[in-house]
């Protein structure tokens, strides 16, 4: 099977069901292991990218929250939320089928705090200069709640099986 054009299959299926131009399959030992297209606008939730309900069908289907031994095709280099959740779950590879410059002639999702040209920049920004209001209120109890984790978890600070470098 073309993975790739699956993807692309994938995507332009949502749009003609008037979904978004996003889509997500994932592939482990040469077969599909989880697909979707993005479904934001079906779902008005905002977290319903392509990347994270493939990604959450493929942990589900494997028990497990690591993808290593997998590849990842999305039709777009994926979004700051995206690529965290990528570098998160660990797939041996990620493949990308079109750049943001391709696709900008065509779509613009810029929000209120969030524009595709400058987001980057805005996460290696310290927390106290970002564009989105945020407010640092120290909690002891917070810090706490980790020290906890860490008692129950005979004194690891890593999650057990968690790949590495």
């Known amino acids: 099977m073309n993975f790739a054009q699956r993807t692309i299959d994938i995507a332009r299926q949502n749009v003609t069901e008037g979904g978004r131009p996003f889509a997500t399959v994932i592939v482990k030992d040469g077969e599909i ?4 297209p993005n479904k934001v606008a079906q779902t008005n939730d905002p977290t319903a990218h392509a990347e994270i309900l493939a990604i959450r069908e493929a942990c589900t289907k494997l028990g497990t929250e690591h993808l290593t031994g997998t590849t990842i095709y ?31 002639p065509h779509y613009v999702d810029d929000r209120k705090y969030f524009e595709l040209d400058t987001f980057y920049s805005e996460v290696a920004k310290n927390w106290d200069e970002r564009r989105l209001p945020m407010r640092y ?19 690891e600070r890593r999650v057990a099986g968690t790949p590495t470098a």
Do not use: I
């Not at 999305?74 to 410059?101: I, K, N």
């Not at 209120?137 to 004194?155: C, L, M, P, S």
């Open 137 to 155: 209120e120290a909690r002891k109890d917070a810090t706490a709640v980790y020290k906890f984790w860490q008692q129950r978890n005979g004194g």
């Open 74 to 104: 999305v039709l777009a280099h994926p979004c700051p939320m995206c690529l965290g959740s990528l570098y998160y779950c660990s797939p041996d590879e990620v493949v990308f089928l079109t750049t943001r410059d391709a696709y900008e």
């Open 33 to 36: 292991l989880a697909e979707s």
